[in-house]
C-alpha cells in the first residue's frame, strides 16, 4: 500500500521529535514497544528501521513478522499541547544484516554516527495505516 503524503509528513516530524514507536509480539502474543531513532523510506510501501539494540523486538520479529510503527506530531493550542495528527502503520517485516541494501544502509547510519552497530535493517512493508490522533477518525482506517 502506497504511504500517503500527510502521512510521511507525520512519520518525518514525529522522527525529529522522537515520537515514533515500533511494536511487536512475540508468538505467544506477548506486546513489545520501542522507541525508534532512525527512520527511513525504501519506496512508497515500505519504511527501513535500524536494528541498533533489538533484543526482544528482534526475536519477536524472526518468530512473528508482523509490525507496527506509530507516530504522532503535537501543537501547542491555547497554552497546551494537543495532537496535531498520528497514524499507526501495520505490516509484514523483514530482516536483512547482508546484501547491498544493509550494507549501503549500514554505511549510512555509521556516517552519521560512527558508535551505532546497524546490526540489521527490517524493512516494513505497510499493509495498513490507522488513525491515531484522538476525535471521530480514531482508530479508523485511513486507506
Given at each position: 500500500m502506497k504511504i500517503p503524503e500527510n502521512v510521511k509528513d507525520c512519520l518525518n516530524k514525529s522522527l525529529k521529535e522522537r515520537r515514533l514507536v515500533l511494536g511487536t509480539t512475540s508468538k505467544a502474543g506477548v506486546p513489545n514497544a520501542?522507541?525508534?531513532g532512525i527512520l527511513k523510506f525504501?519506496?512508497?510501501?515500505?519504511?527501513?528501521v535500524i536494528d541498533n539494540y533489538f533484543l526482544k523486538t528482534r526475536e519477536n520479529l524472526n518468530k512473528n513478522p508482523l509490525a507496527t510503527i506509530t507516530c504522532w506530531n503535537m501543537e501547542e493550542k491555547d497554552g497546551k499541547l494537543i495532537p496535531k495528527d498520528g497514524f499507526q502503520l501495520k505490516g509484514k517485516a523483514k530482516i536483512e544484516d547482508?546484501?547491498?541494501?544493509?550494507?549501503k544502509i549500514k554505511a549510512e547510519v555509521k556516517a552519521s554516527n560512527a558508535n551505532l552497530?546497524?546490526?540489521?535493517?527490517?524493512?516494513?512493508?505497510?499493509e495498513e495505516i490507522y488513525d491515531v490522533k484522538s476525535g471521530p477518525n480514531a482508530g479508523k482506517k485511513v486507506q
Amino acid at each position: 500500500m502506497k504511504i500517503p503524503e500527510n502521512v510521511k509528513d507525520c512519520l518525518n516530524k514525529s522522527l525529529k521529535e522522537r515520537r515514533l514507536v515500533l511494536g511487536t509480539t512475540s508468538k505467544a502474543g506477548v506486546p513489545n514497544a520501542v522507541p525508534i531513532g532512525i527512520l527511513k523510506f525504501h519506496d512508497d510501501e515500505t519504511l527501513i528501521v535500524i536494528d541498533n539494540y533489538f533484543l526482544k523486538t528482534r526475536e519477536n520479529l524472526n518468530k512473528n513478522p508482523l509490525a507496527t510503527i506509530t507516530c504522532w506530531n503535537m501543537e501547542e493550542k491555547d497554552g497546551k499541547l494537543i495532537p496535531k495528527d498520528g497514524f499507526q502503520l501495520k505490516g509484514k517485516a523483514k530482516i536483512e544484516d547482508s546484501g547491498p541494501l544493509y550494507d549501503k544502509i549500514k554505511a549510512e547510519v555509521k556516517a552519521s554516527n560512527a558508535n551505532l552497530p546497524a546490526k540489521a535493517i527490517v524493512l516494513v512493508k505497510v499493509e495498513e495505516i490507522y488513525d491515531v490522533k484522538s476525535g471521530p477518525n480514531a482508530g479508523k482506517k485511513v486507506q
